[in-house]
């Protein structure tokens, strides 16, 4: 650790002001902040409110993703040489190769594992690289630090995404993310919606076949097989809910997330252990989340309460809504966005609502777009300052009023 040091103070006046590469300040001050503790702290009482800062709140929903990440990269890899064996082919390319060496057998956890990390690593290799690029740009013309928010962005956005997408259509959504509904309205901390779901909803309205359908959710070409939000959609029944290969989708396959879907979002268990965390260390907001899953219940339940059995979607029960899709998985990692979110807590739970009633709405009404959880929270994140507006006005007409009581009682 010491020669790390010694590398770092030899380099820093020639970045810090007056040096010869002062312009390029952020790009040096990313890394040192990245390897040591950084050099300018608070201290005094009158500011410290917490002994975490910044850069330890977004390491720490980085590593809640990773229960969710790594049974990610397990399922991927499952459903994969699934249907390797059942079609009877072998992968193309690189993947040959490695593919071989770890096994075909899906059975192995181990050739699994490696199956799904060769297609999760490149698709969060590619939006971790261009996603920094933009902000170390956009750091260097402004002149300000690289923020550790990308952090969370980055590993978010690539979760969210089919393990069949094309790389070069996830440069162009997490380019959006980050330069149109961040960097255009400030940086970080000034955007009013989650960057990584808008680059997710670019993707899903630019490129739909890419990002939705059939083709999509198993990493082997030529295949293809619907996931349960996909079935529902079109009518099928929970009951009739079957993977690829003609087995039974039950609920505890769907809430363990042995299902085809995005990378990150088919484990409703491994997302709930991440929240959990979160939760815990007071990082996400519980009235979100709590607020999100009772909205959509209650939802769910008018929809099913009035359903004349002629939109399947409106009569599903609200325990498949939970676990089907990606609602779970927003409701924890991005509807929580401290940013983007409300900030009090009656607003919290305005907000949280909006989300969970929004979801089932748009499944139901809108069949066309069953992955509701994603335009729900983006949606909410337009209201969010209305929610803490209103409540912050309705604190102060109370206070108002108490202020005056207390005179007229004098």
């Known amino acids: 650790m010491k ?23 952020a790009i040096f001050e990313m890394f040192d902040t990245f390897f040591r503790q950084p050099s300018s702290q608070t201290y005094s009482a009158s500011h410290v409110r917490d002994g975490i800062d910044l850069k330890r709140i977004m390491i720490t929903v980085w590593l809640c993703t990773f229960p969710a990440m790594f049974w990610g990269m397990y399922n991927v890899g499952f459903q994969a040489l699934t249907a390797i064996n059942a079609m009877g082919i072998a992968p193309e390319g690189w993947r040959t190769v490695i593919t071989a060496l770890a096994g075909y ?14 297609q999760f690593l490149p698709i969060y290799a590619v939006t971790f690289i261009v996603g920094i690029l933009w902000e170390i740009i956009f750091a260097v013309v402004r002149g300000h630090e690289v923020n550790e928010g990308f952090f969370v962005t980055s590993v978010l956005f690539a979760l969210s995404l089919p393990p069949d997408i094309p790389l070069w259509q996830v440069a162009l959504g997490i380019s959006f993310g980050v330069v149109v509904a961040k960097e255009v309205f400030g940086g970080t901390g000034k955007n009013f919606i989650n960057p990584a779901l808008a680059g997710r909803a670019f993707l899903y309205f630019a490129y739909p076949a890419y990002i939705s359908g059939d083709a999509v959710w198993t990493a082997v070409d030529g295949f293809s097989g619907a996931t349960p939000l996909g079935l529902a959609a079109l009518g099928v029944t929970p009951d009739q809910f079957v993977d690829a290969y003609g087995k039974a989708i039950t609920w505890s396959d769907a809430f ?29 907001s519980w009235r ?9 219940v209650l939802t769910a339940l008018a929809f099913n309460l009035f359903s004349d059995g002629s939109n399947p979607m409106a009569s599903l029960a609200p325990q498949w809504h939970l676990v089907i ?65 209103f409540v912050v006005q309705a604190n102060i007409k109370r206070q108002t009023a108490r202020r005056l009581a207390n005179v007229s009682q004098k």
């Open 288 to 296: 979100v989340i709590a607020g999100s899953i009772i909205g959509l």
């Open 105 to 118: 057998d899906p059975n192995s956890i181990w050739a699994c594992f490696v199956y799904g990390a060769m």
């Open 3 to 25: 020669f790390i040091h010694n590398i770092f103070d030899r380099m820093e006046p020639s970045f810090t002001k007056g040096g010869k590469y002062e312009k390029y300040y």
């Open 325 to 389: 899709g990606g609602f779970m998985f927003g409701a924890v990692f991005m509807a929580t966005d401290p940013v983007s979110a409300a900030h009090t807590n009656a607003g919290r739970w305005c907000y949280g609502l909006l989300i969970g009633f929004m979801t089932v709405a748009i499944r139901v009404i809108n069949p066309a777009f069953p992955e509701g959880i994603m335009l729900a929270i983006l949606f909410a994140n337009l209201f969010a300052p209305i929610f803490d507006y």
């Open 256 to 284: 363990l997330g042995n299902m085809q879907g995005a990378i990150g979002e088919v484990s409703t268990l491994a997302i709930l252990i991440g929240g959990a965390v979160l939760i815990y260390t007071k990082i996400a």
